[in-house]
């Protein structure tokens, strides 16, 4: 989804563009030959913080309007990919321990302060850190029950805690997780195909989806 960027756009717009393409998914689908019963939402990095937040909108009733929009498709993913993401997006120097070099510090401001402008989390930001969404959610919480993630990340990213706490937050949700670290590796490394622990991600990761989609029930043809 070519959704628009921060600085220019700051948050929600890139939601709202989500929100937006999963509504003409809905009204398009079966005209295209696909199977809503079937859908992933994938997303590396910043993708993998929309796709986290995304899945919340189209669980639960919420205030915003892009989450309305998304929630009243009654589209819900089969599975979620959140690979090596920024899932919280407030409060960047919680991640400046496992950070080494200055520029990383830097670039880890750059992005809190393009995508909320510098503004304080408020209630009308809360879906920019889908993480702490389901962090303080209650099992039961969600109308629609969340799907089941997969999630991969290196072991020298500096967003590898985020991960870490998504797999926490969704197994006391009693949420299918699967969280794998791939030690020594950077962030984004699944792109580096020609890496052999890339290979290895990517294998396990269309094999989770593989098993998820068997059980998934197909619409009649």
Same mark, same amino acid.
């Given at each position: 989804?070519?959704?628009?960027?921060?600085?220019?756009?700051?948050?929600?717009?890139?939601?709202?563009?989500?929100?937006? /393409?999963?509504? =003409?998914?809905?009204?398009?689908?079966?005209?295209?030959?696909?199977?809503?019963?079937?859908?992933?939402? #994938?997303?590396?990095?910043?993708?993998?913080n929309?796709?986290?937040?995304? $899945? +919340?909108?189209?669980?639960?009733?919420?205030?915003?309007?892009?989450? %309305?929009?998304?929630?009243?498709?009654?589209l819900?993913?089969?599975?979620?990919?959140?690979?090596?993401?920024?899932?919280? +997006?407030?409060?960047?120097?919680?991640?400046?321990?496992?950070? $080494? $070099?200055? =520029?990383?510090?830097?670039r880890?401001?750059?992005?809190?302060?393009g995508?909320?402008?510098?503004?304080?989390?408020?209630a009308?930001?809360?879906?920019?850190?889908?993480?702490?969404?389901?962090?303080?959610?209650?099992p039961? #919480?969600?109308?629609?029950?969340?799907? #089941?993630?997969?999630?991969?990340?290196?072991?020298?990213?500096?967003? /590898?805690?985020?991960?870490?706490?998504?797999?926490?937050?969704?197994?006391?949700?009693? +949420?299918?997780?699967?969280?794998?670290?791939?030690?020594?590796?950077?962030?984004?490394? %699944?792109?580096?195909? =020609?890496?052999?622990? #890339?290979?290895?991600a =990517?294998?396990?990761?269309l094999?989770?989806?593989?098993?998820?989609? /068997?059980?998934?029930?197909?619409?009649?043809?």
């Amino acid at each position: 989804i070519d959704y628009r960027l921060a600085p220019a756009s700051p948050f929600p717009a890139a939601l709202e563009d989500c929100a937006d /393409a999963l509504s =003409w998914i809905g009204e398009n689908i079966e005209r295209l030959g696909g199977d809503p019963h079937r859908l992933i939402f #994938a997303g590396e990095s910043a993708g993998a913080n929309l796709v986290t937040a995304l $899945t +919340v909108a189209c669980a639960q009733r919420r205030p915003e309007a892009f989450a %309305q929009r998304a929630f009243a498709t009654g589209l819900m993913p089969e599975v979620v990919l959140p690979l090596c993401g920024i899932l919280q +997006v407030s409060q960047p120097q919680r991640l400046f321990p496992a950070t $080494t $070099t200055p =520029w990383m510090r830097q670039r880890l401001l750059a992005v809190s302060e393009g995508y909320l402008g510098g503004a304080p989390p408020t209630a009308a930001r809360e879906l920019a850190d889908p993480l702490c969404v389901l962090e303080a959610a209650r099992p039961g #919480a969600f109308e629609r029950p969340l799907p #089941a993630f997969y999630a991969s990340v290196g072991g020298r990213d500096p967003l /590898a805690d985020d991960t870490r706490r998504l797999h926490r937050a969704l197994r006391r949700l009693g +949420v299918p997780s699967t969280a794998e670290l791939y030690r020594g590796e950077p962030h984004a490394f %699944q792109a580096l195909l =020609w890496r052999p622990q #890339a290979q290895l991600a =990517w294998r396990s990761m269309l094999g989770f989806c593989a098993s998820h989609l /068997a059980r998934a029930p197909s619409s009649p043809p």
